[in-house]
């Protein structure tokens, strides 16, 4: 398992352009991907309902954990894909 705090820098947070590229992105890794947010707790990364329904906003920090044969890959590129802004 590995895991790694990100800070979301979208204006408009994890909307749901963002949240289908996020989405998108986590689809392609074999490994659970969740995040963590909040008071403890978590949302799944390959579920847009699930990470719409987390309503992370802009300057809000999230901790993906990884899970799986491909969890540093899955990781590295869950972290630049936010990093880049997501799409936007």
Do not use: W
């Amino acid at each position: 398992m590995v895991s790694q705090k990100v800070l979301i820098k979208n204006p408009t947070g994890l909307h749901l352009r963002a949240a289908g590229v996020l989405c998108k992105e986590a689809m392609q890794y074999k490994s659970l991907i969740t995040f963590k947010f909040g008071d403890n707790n978590t949302a799944n990364a390959k579920s847009v309902l699930s990470v719409l329904g987390a309503c992370i906003k802009c300057g809000d920090e999230i901790e993906f954990v990884c899970e799986g044969d491909d969890e540093a890959d899955a990781l590295s590129g869950l972290v630049a894909c936010v990093e880049g802004g997501l799409g936007e």
